[in-house]
């Protein structure tokens, strides 16, 4: 089964207007953690956003935020204030478990092209 | 701080030849990962390193792929001999020690492999 379901494979906003892509995780740790990457046609990854499972409050940062509902397993990006350089593929991921000594791997989903219209 | 670096950015070759990947990792970062994309497909594990062991490498797909890091600071992924399906772009990912905090992976702008 998947374990990180982006269900969305390419999204169109307008630019200036708010866009959510949505993840869904499936997990049977209590303790996991849940990141946001961007990757730009010049193909770096680019870190966005992380949510910690036992965090209470919506991680946000500057114009990004994860709207993360733990009992649904949902863990969807909002972009506010869209713009034409937020035009890429962005990847949900997942880190299962915590680790005393090294730390484990992530597992993507596959990923939504976001375009961002003028 | 320098980024992790990956080389070459791009690599053409037939099947059945031999490339060698590598990957610099940020200094100090014992982790080292391995992943790869094949084209519209999610991101995959392959493997990771802890310093010079290998810690986890049940994404490696097969015997053709060997993974290398001597002494704990670069590495190295070999395909040989490579195959049509081996094309994607791999991506190496670098983390501290503990690298369970929220910024804890870095990772290079990776290698876009293109066997024909």
């Known amino acids: 089964a998947q374990k990180i379901t982006q269900t969305q494979p390419g999204m169109f906003v307008q630019e200036k207007e708010a866009v959510t892509l949505d993840c869904t995780y499936d997990?049977?740790?209590?303790?996991?953690?849940l990141f946001w990457y961007k990757q730009p046609s010049s193909g770096e990854m680019i870190f966005l956003i992380y949510q910690g499972s036992y965090d209470e409050q919506n991680a946000t940062e500057g114009r990004y935020s994860l709207n993360f509902q733990k009992a649904r397993k949902s863990a969807n990006l909002v972009i506010s204030a869209s713009q034409l350089g937020d035009s890429a593929m962005y990847f949900c991921a997942m880190r299962e478990g915590t680790d005393s000594g090294s730390a484990r791997q992530l597992t993507f989903g596959s990923g939504t092209q976001l375009t961002v219209l003028p | 701080e320098a980024g992790v670096t990956q080389f070459p950015s791009h690599s053409v070759i037939e099947k059945g030849q031999t490339v060698t990947l590598r990957c610099d990792p940020i200094?100090?970062?014992?982790?080292l990962y391995w992943y790869r994309r094949v084209m519209g497909k999610e991101i995959k594990f392959l493997l990771h390193f802890v310093k010079e062991s290998k810690q986890d490498e049940s994404g490696m797909p097969n015997n053709r792929f060997l993974a290398e890091r001597t002494g704990g600071t670069y590495s190295t992924l070999k395909v040989q001999p490579a195959e049509l399906e081996d094309s994607g772009v791999y991506f190496c990912?670098?983390?501290?020690?503990?690298?369970?905090?929220?910024?804890?992976?870095?990772f290079g702008s990776g290698t876009r492999l293109t066997v024909v």
């Open positions: 200094s100090g970062h014992d982790n």
């Open positions: 997990t049977s740790d209590q303790s996991y953690g």
């Open positions: 990912a670098s983390s501290q020690p503990h690298g369970t905090g929220d910024y804890g992976y870095t």
